[in-house]
């Protein structure tokens, strides 16, 4: 059954470390993305990758970091340098090919700084 | 650059009463144009989509007609029930399909009994 899979789905982090949020696809999408939701807010982009060993900076970067090592995995690492990690994150990808694909998205993990 | 503007809610509305949520966009040349639903601690789902001027989409009664003249894509149903109590996010792909999609905020949708 293909799909993309995020784990964990709860995740606590103590103040000044970093933990690594997963996300694997099995759909052979070329793109993968990572959203960061706030409550009662919309998606921010925080990086994205449309090829192996290649990924982009999205509009809030700044204290994440990513690896694509492989097509089908596109984990995401929150920082200490992140200052308010509290947050619902959603991975998704989708094809590269064309402009007319939709996205396909992960249940989503939600980080909580205690 | 390309954008998405929805109505803000939330929108409070009785069973079976008429559905619309407002979403227009700004976007050089002919974007894919898509709904998208988000129930509560989920990720998003895709509810529908069109890739072209007045195509609809459709999907469990939801309906969205891409408006080139208007740069319009809004959302309809017919009858709400309690389980369409969601969050609705427009969305749409730039032609190059090279670049992500630009959602918009989302619109929180309550239906009551």
């Known amino acids: 059954d293909g799909g993309i899979t995020q784990s964990p789905k709860y995740l606590f982090r103590k103040e000044g470390q970093n933990v690594t949020l997963s996300c694997e696809q099995n759909?052979?999408?070329?793109?993968m993305y990572w959203y960061r939701q706030d409550p009662g807010q919309g998606l921010r982009l925080i990086y994205y990758?449309?090829?192996?060993?290649?990924?982009q900076k999205g509009d809030i970067a700044e204290g994440y970091s990513v690896s694509r090592e492989k097509k089908e995995s596109f984990p995401l690492t929150v920082t200490s340098a992140q200052k308010n990690p509290t947050a619902f994150y959603l991975c998704?990808?989708?094809?590269?090919?064309?402009?007319?694909?939709?996205?396909?998205f992960g249940q989503g993990t939600r980080l909580t700084v205690v | 650059g390309d954008s998405v503007t929805q109505m803000e809610g939330p929108v409070t509305l009785s069973e079976e009463a008429f559905l619309t949520i407002n979403c227009t966009y700004t976007?050089?040349?002919?974007?894919?144009l898509f709904w998208y639903v988000q129930y509560p601690g989920e990720g998003l789902q895709l509810l529908l989509k069109?890739?072209?001027?007045?195509d609809k989409g459709s999907n469990k009664g939801f309906e969205a007609t891409y408006r080139k003249e208007t740069t319009s894509f809004h959302l309809e149903k017919g009858s709400v029930q309690v389980s369409d109590s969601a969050v609705y996010f427009c969305a749409l792909s730039p032609p190059s399909g090279n670049t992500p999609l630009v959602f918009g905020k989302g619109t929180r949708l309550s239906v009551i009994a």
């Open positions: 990758s449309q090829i192996v060993n290649d990924f």
């Open positions: 069109a890739t072209k001027a007045d």
């Open positions: 998704a990808s989708r094809q590269r090919q064309g402009g007319f694909t939709e996205a396909f």
């Open positions: 976007a050089t040349g002919y974007p894919s």
């Open positions: 759909l052979n999408h070329d793109a």
